[in-house]
């Protein structure tokens, strides 16, 4: 995934949240903080991230649900089925400040955000294994976007590493890495070569990632969830964890469960996620549930 230098500015969340995730273990004790019900529609929430005092979640609004095909068609195991991508900028009290539709056509799935301390990047693809996705870069306050490319393939996540100054992105499943180098202009190098010569595979089986972000020092944290089954018809039991990537080569340097979950069941990191370093320990934002959801707020004291 190794790519090499914008001048944006270096987030908050830099070495010290990887030091913080360097010291989560199995055993760690996260406190409860606060439970706000959102006061809007979330629909099915993706990405999260905090700038400030506003969150800004990306969601897909869907209207028609894809339909598996008999036969493969074109490399497409189902259709595109129909809907809206949206990105929310909203207050600490769930509040709706702003909504930006992102996509256009059958390209209207957004996926895990990451902020750069300038812009948001959103990935918003086909909702599908190998669909086509664009790449968008939102500034937080206007909430304008500007297209930055497209790539032939599903986009799941995005993030951007700010000391090296290139976009990496996570496909289908978590399966396969992806990077790119970016200018001071913005503009993506070797954006327009093909997927499979920039593809890394995923060696951490884990759990499928939900959300990225940038977490300094070369690495990226990802949260997500495992589906574990005694047997191929029982229940499935849903168990969310975090990963530590390194993004030079797309290994896991730190993996830990998350065993935290919503009244209904879900993982907390079921859907989007977003964390910083405190005092003490780590803060953890989380949205695990879709449509009438509730923004959840943790710490985790490790010192």
């Not at 270096?10 to 959102?38: D, K």
């Not at 400030?52 to 068609?73: H, K, N, Q, Y």
């Not at 895990?112 to 693809?125: K, L, M």
């Not at 992105?169 to 070569?193: C, L, M, Q």
Request: proline content about 8%.
């Amino acid at each position: 995934m190794a790519c090499g230098a914008t001048g944006f500015a270096q987030p908050p969340t830099g070495p010290t949240l990887v030091e913080r995730v360097r010291q989560l273990t199995r055993e760690s004790a996260w406190t409860p903080l606060a439970a706000v019900p959102l006061a809007f529609p979330v629909h099915h929430p993706q990405g999260m991230v905090k700038v400030g005092d506003a969150l800004f979640v990306s969601s897909v609004e869907i209207r028609v649900r894809t339909r598996r095909l008999p036969e493969p068609v074109g490399g497409y195991d189902r259709d595109t089925g129909e809907g809206v991508g949206h990105l929310f900028k909203l207050d600490m009290a769930g509040n709706l400040i702003a909504d930006l539709r992102l996509g256009e056509g059958t390209v209207y799935h957004p996926g895990g955000i990451d902020y750069d301390g300038t812009s948001i990047w959103v990935p918003v693809a086909e909702y599908r294994p190998n669909g086509r996705s664009i790449v968008y870069r939102v500034d937080p306050a206007t909430m304008k976007a500007t297209e930055m490319f497209r790539f032939e393939d599903h986009l799941g996540a995005v993030v951007y590493d700010t000391e090296s100054r290139t976009l990496h992105g996570v496909g289908w499943g978590s399966r396969r890495f992806y990077g790119w180098e970016v200018t001071a202009d913005g503009p993506i190098i070797a954006a327009g070569r093909p997927a499979d010569a920039l593809r890394g595979l995923n060696g951490s089986h884990y759990v499928d990632y939900q959300d990225c972000q940038y977490a300094g020092a070369g690495l990226m944290l990802c949260t997500g969830l495992a589906e574990l089954r005694q047997a191929p018809d029982a229940a499935p039991f849903r168990l969310g964890g975090m990963d530590l990537i390194d993004l030079h080569d797309g290994r896991s340097v730190h993996g830990v469960p998350l065993l935290l979950w919503a009244p209904g069941g879900r993982p907390m990191t079921q859907n989007p996620s977003w964390f910083e370093p405190t005092s003490t320990g780590l803060r953890g934002y989380f949205i695990p549930d879709d449509d009438k959801a509730t923004l959840y707020r943790f710490e985790v004291n490790i010192n």
